[in-house]
């Protein structure tokens, strides 16, 4: 089962950057490649068990699930149900843990998924610095604004 695992330090506080991801339909407010986000049947985007159905720039399509979301732990887990990266069983968390040296948070984004094996470090790679990295670059710009 390949890995995903990405980490990175944002200069602001675990509370100000959760207020930016912390709704299950902002991506396309921090995630560079998503270019619309919805959630389905129009549930509360922080509802566990609500689906977000998002396209991506390049015209992809993905469903993903909310199974857990933490404002105590500023935690989110989500599966993914559709996507065209032919992935299966993909659970990713995204958590953000305070810095107590300045106002500076640590974020690391997970996940893990099936997939045929010749594709797990392409798809490792895609998803780590693709999504995860340049998310959290965006968040750092984002916050910096601020």
């Known amino acids: 089962m390949p890995k995903v695992y990405v980490s990175s330090v944002i200069d602001a506080s675990a509370e100000r950057v959760w207020r930016e991801v912390r709704d299950f339909s902002s991506l396309p407010k921090w995630v560079p ?8 049947g129009n549930a509360p985007a922080d509802q566990i068990g609500c689906v977000r ?5 390049d015209g992809g399509m993905l469903r993903e699930k909310l199974l857990a979301l933490s404002d105590y732990d500023f935690s989110t ?3 993914i149900l559709e996507s065209p990266m032919a992935v299966e069983n993909y659970v990713a968390t995204l958590r953000l843990v305070p810095v107590t040296d300045g106002e500076r948070c640590f ?11 010749t594709r797990a470090e392409a ?10 990295q340049a998310a959290f670059d965006e968040l750092k710009r984002r916050v910096a604004r601020r």
């Open 77 to 79: 887990t989500y599966s």
């Open 53 to 57: 159905a998002f396209k991506l720039k």
């Open 123 to 132: 798809l490792v790679d895609q998803i780590g610095r693709g999504v995860f």
């Open 33 to 40: 490649a998503v270019a619309e986000c919805r959630i389905e």
């Open 107 to 117: 974020a690391e984004w997970t996940a893990e998924f099936d997939c045929d094996p």
